[in-house]
């Protein structure tokens, strides 16, 4: 056998290794989307299974998802403004925003809808609080009272921390939103639900 016909036999083997390469491969991608694809239903699936035991307790992630969303405003809108003050060099916004800092967070979570609802619920409520206090807290910071004069380095990080701040609530919020059914928090409320109940 000459080289020529050994140089062949091997190139054929390896496109043949190659071919059997690609075939396995494939048939990994096909498993692992095949996986994906099950798992997704499997979430899905949970979370229907969730949606319908929380609903009893729907009130508390109404009153969460009010929470979040007051936050989520404030912080925006507080950003926007800190960032105007920022690029106009405007002394008079930058002192009011100072002024409405909070003291504490004491008060931002209730303690009984804390306590008595899901636990999930209850930590992505606290979560929340603390992202909103970590913006809020150094605001009071942004002007010196006794210097009467601002603090312009601190206001260009928190236009950067509201903008983090505000992704991650939107992001709590989001999860929050895919476990109720929209309808169901939309559902009309005029009269008692004991109405609808026969005797």
């Known amino acids: 056998m000459d080289n020529s016909n050994l140089s062949a036999i091997l190139t054929i083997i390896v496109l043949l290794l190659n071919f059997v390469a690609l075939c396995v491969v494939a048939y990994q991608t096909y498993l692992n989307r095949r996986s994906l694809d099950l798992a997704k239903v499997s979430i899905d699936e949970d979370r229907k299974t969730r949606q319908i035991e929380l609903l009893p307790k729907a009130h508390f992630i109404f009153e969460v998802q009010y929470h979040l969303k007051k936050w989520l405003v404030d912080i925006e809108k507080t950003t926007r403004a800190l960032q105007d003050a920022f690029d106009n060099k405007n002394l008079d916004i930058l002192r009011k925003i100072s002024e409405k800092a909070l003291k504490s967070p004491k008060g931002l979570v209730d303690k009984f809808s804390y306590e008595k609802g899901p636990r999930w619920l209850s930590e992505i409520w606290l979560a929340s609080a603390q992202y909103y206090y970590d913006f809020n807290i150094p ?11 601002p603090f312009w380095d601190l206001a260009l990080d928190l236009i950067d921390r509201g903008k983090e701040h505000s992704h991650h609530i939107l992001n709590l919020l989001g999860y929050i939103s895919q476990t109720v059914p929209e309808s169901y928090g939309a559902a009309p409320a005029s009269i008692s639900p004991s109405k609808f109940l026969s005797d």
């Open 139 to 149: 605001l009071r910071d942004l002007w010196n009272d006794r210097k009467q004069e």
